[in-house]
């Protein structure tokens, strides 16, 4: 009796394994950074934004991986993200910090998924085109929730009664990084490449924890790319991922952000250049900005001698710079006013800034008349006598 006792004692203690603790916690880093993987890569890249193409097997194998670990349904984790770049931001985004709180995004962001998930008006008009198999209908969405129950034995029959504390891991694990960073800081804090429309920011330029996606401004700019580094220093490791399964012949990379071309010889610019412009234009903004930027360093002195600004109100105002004039409120607006009777080429920065968007807005213009507000743009910048916008300009004529 006692050795049957001792037994079931070293099952509960040890499992079948009889695994160490740092054999534990590696073994719950490396099937969490799996569900990661499946997440970024089939969820997010393959399923919603069909960035790129999976053979079966990584596709089936996701799939079921992510069915043990998260009891997510394909079809409503792609609806109710694909909802959330439609509607970004706005009262109808399911998890957006700028409308719902950051506090509230960060602590219920997977309750956020899940009441939207439960709304079928989103499931019918985003959720096309995700798989509707047999094994899809009958197993994954059918029993959803029997997948992780299923994974909780696995661990228990593993480790003991330790497994438990791993299996508690593998279920908060996307709800803390996904609907928890990604949602919620990805849209608050951090550094933005570009400036797209939407509050979106890269939480940091390496992306292996949460398997690139730290790199979320840059999606949000690109959402169809399969690629979400674009800067040298910035690393994807689900991009790492997906080449490596395009060598083995299990993908097919579809899109990734276009990467501008140059023709520094060229001193006009013509309409391939117009298109380059425009099919480039987060690239050329980002450009731009570095170029206020440089404007505001040569301006500093300048405007420090003077006795009624501020530090405060110069920080202020130097953020307000590299904002979307449109976006700026009236205070706002005011405060530019006052800084730009100081300063004549920071108001020159700030007014072509306006007039360049607009050429990709202007969908009334005809081509003709585009290539003649982008020459006459040239020219002006050219002529201003400001450095960083007269170097910049070289650059912008150039795009081929």
Same mark, same amino acid.
């Given at each position: 009796?006692?050795?049957?006792?001792?037994?079931?004692?070293?099952?509960?203690?040890? &499992?079948?394994? @009889?695994?160490? /603790? =740092?054999? !534990?916690?590696?073994?719950?880093?490396?099937? +969490?950074?799996?569900? %990661?993987?499946?997440?970024?890569?089939?969820?997010?890249?393959?399923?919603?934004?069909?960035?790129?193409?999976?053979?079966?097997?990584?596709?089936?194998?996701?799939?079921?991986?992510?069915?043990?670990?998260?009891?997510?349904?394909?079809?409503?984790?792609?609806?109710?993200?694909?909802?959330?770049?439609?509607?970004?931001?706005?009262?109808?985004?399911?998890?957006?910090?700028?409308?719902?709180?950051?506090?509230?995004?960060?602590?219920?962001?997977?309750?956020?998924?899940?009441?939207?998930?439960?709304?079928?008006?989103?499931?019918?008009?985003?959720?096309?085109?995700?798989?509707?198999?047999?094994?899809?209908?009958?197993?994954?969405?059918?029993?959803?929730?029997?997948?992780?129950?299923?994974?909780?034995?696995?661990?228990?029959?593993?480790? &003991?009664?330790? @497994?438990?504390? /791993? =299996?508690? !891991?593998?279920?908060?694990?996307?709800?803390? +990084?996904?609907?928890? %960073?990604?949602?919620?800081?990805?849209?608050?804090?951090?550094?933005?490449?570009?400036?797209?429309?939407?509050?979106?920011?890269?939480?940091?330029?390496?992306?292996?924890?949460?398997?690139?996606?730290?790199?979320?401004?840059?999606?949000?700019?690109?959402?169809?790319?399969?690629?979400?580094?674009?800067?040298?220093?910035?690393?994807?490791?689900?991009?790492?991922?997906?080449?490596?399964?395009?060598?083995?012949?299990?993908?097919?990379?579809?899109?990734?952000?276009?990467?501008?071309?140059?023709?520094?010889?060229?001193?006009?610019?013509?309409?391939?250049?117009?298109?380059?412009?425009?099919?480039?234009?987060?690239?050329?903004?980002?450009?731009?900005?570095?170029?206020?930027?440089?404007?505001?360093?040569?301006?500093?002195?300048?405007?420090? &001698?003077?006795?009624?600004?501020?530090?405060?109100?110069?920080?202020?105002?130097?953020?307000?710079?590299?904002?979307?004039?449109?976006?700026?409120?009236?205070?706002?607006?005011?405060?530019?006013?006052?800084?730009?009777?100081?300063?004549?080429?920071?108001?020159?920065?700030?007014?072509?800034?306006?007039?360049?968007?607009?050429?990709?807005?202007?969908?009334?213009?005809?081509?003709?008349?585009?290539?003649?507000?982008?020459?006459?743009?040239?020219?002006?910048?050219?002529?201003?006598?400001?450095?960083?916008?007269?170097?910049?300009?070289?650059?912008?004529?150039?795009?081929?």
């Amino acid at each position: 009796m006692n050795t049957v006792f001792d037994a079931v004692l070293d099952f509960l203690a040890n &499992g079948l394994t @009889g695994a160490s /603790v =740092w054999q !534990v916690v590696v073994y719950s880093l490396i099937v +969490t950074h799996i569900t %990661i993987a499946g997440v970024t890569i089939y969820l997010h890249r393959h399923q919603a934004h069909r960035a790129l193409d999976l053979h079966a097997i990584p596709s089936h194998f996701f799939r079921f991986w992510l069915w043990l670990t998260t009891g997510m349904v394909t079809k409503e984790w792609a609806a109710v993200h694909r909802k959330h770049h439609a509607k970004c931001e706005t009262v109808d985004d399911p998890h957006s910090p700028v409308t719902r709180g950051i506090k509230n995004v960060l602590l219920t962001g997977s309750e956020m998924y899940r009441t939207e998930s439960k709304n079928m008006e989103t499931i019918d008009k985003y959720g096309h085109g995700t798989p509707d198999d047999w094994i899809e209908r009958n197993l994954y969405t059918r029993f959803s929730w029997q997948g992780v129950g299923l994974m909780l034995v696995i661990n228990l029959m593993l480790f &003991g009664v330790l @497994g438990l504390t /791993v =299996w508690a !891991v593998q279920m908060i694990w996307i709800p803390i +990084t996904a609907a928890g %960073i990604i949602n919620g800081i990805g849209h608050y804090w951090g550094y933005r490449n570009y400036d797209c429309t939407d509050a979106s920011r890269n939480i940091f330029p390496i992306g292996i924890l949460i398997g690139g996606e730290e790199l979320h401004n840059n999606h949000h700019t690109f959402g169809t790319s399969a690629k979400l580094s674009s800067k040298w220093y910035e690393f994807d490791i689900g991009w790492m991922y997906i080449r490596m399964m395009e060598m083995a012949g299990l993908a097919k990379v579809k899109k990734i952000a276009p990467a501008p071309k140059f023709d520094r010889q060229k001193m006009v610019a013509d309409f391939e250049t117009l298109q380059s412009v425009i099919s480039n234009r987060y690239d050329v903004m980002a450009k731009y900005a570095k170029s206020v930027k440089t404007t505001w360093h040569d301006e500093l002195d300048h405007l420090r &001698g003077k006795a009624e600004l501020k530090s405060g109100f110069l920080k202020s105002a130097k953020r307000l710079m590299h904002r979307e004039p449109a976006k700026l409120e009236v205070p706002q607006q005011q405060q530019l006013r006052e800084l730009f009777s100081h300063s004549k080429p920071l108001q020159t920065m700030h007014e072509m800034r306006s007039e360049l968007s607009a050429i990709w807005e202007r969908s009334h213009s005809s081509r003709d008349q585009l290539l003649q507000q982008l020459q006459d743009w040239c020219v002006r910048a050219e002529a201003s006598g400001i450095k960083a916008l007269q170097d910049f300009s070289f650059r912008l004529r150039s795009y081929a």
